[in-house]
């Protein structure tokens, strides 16, 4: 069974398809089969990055496919151990399906209140449609300094919801990775043990976990009681017997 891990938010431009895009290259680099599943028709940004980096011929080659709705990126990608969707900004129908079936949803979301207070209230939502706490995560994008970062951390712990572990830092040369069909994660000099690491480590290792559980071989059928024994289950309890045989013997 697929792994399925979406990238969500109401707003555009919070890191959904940045960070969607780093997760595939970094859980291909892992040995995971992974498909990248663009939902944003109108904006297409991980199927446009796609083709830059195969005209490239970047390592890891990844797939990235586009889809109308999760259930046919799902039907599509049975084979994949891992299904990224990168969903589309502005889009309540499309987010509460997406994320009524991820295993993990994800909601980048920048400092200021004006990006926050949404991001929180979409949790809220999706929370109060039904879906478990424990499967959405803010993750902090876009961060321009530590005390910013803190801030926005503080209001995320406040609302009482999971935060991923370290932060997407705001870098000119992502932007240009992003150009030349790299992630930002494989951005000229970019350390793989600094805060945008850990995110992706944390989230790598969730998805680790989700797919042992997936792959654990079901319990071994219980025989089936024979006969005698079923018979033995249903009968009557007789108030007194043993007492009357210890007696009678
Ligand atoms: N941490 C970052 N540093 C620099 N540029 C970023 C960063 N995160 C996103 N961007 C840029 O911002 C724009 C929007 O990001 P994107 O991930 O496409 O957002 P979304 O998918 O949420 O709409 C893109 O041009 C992307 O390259
Ligand atoms: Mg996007």
Redesign the pocket.
Known sequence: MTVVVA?V?R???????????ALAAVAARRGLATTLADL?PD?Q?SVRWQRLREAAGFFPPLSVQSYRNVDSAIAGEQAADLLIV?AP?NSPAITSEIASIAHIIVQ?TASSFDDLQPAVELFYELKASGIPKSRLYFAL???LDPDEEQAARAYVEVADFNLLPGA?????R??EA?NRGLA?VESPGEDLSGPAGQILGALLTKILQKHRLLHQPAPAERAAPDLATAQFAQRPVVRGLSSYTKAAS
Request: hydrophobic share 30%; aromatic share 10%; no cysteine.
């Open positions: 990238f938010s707003k555009g431009g919070v890191g959904k398809s940045t960070l969607a895009r944003d904006q940004t990168d900004g980048p994008s876009r961060m997407v830092v705001e870098r000119a992502y932007r992003h930002f």
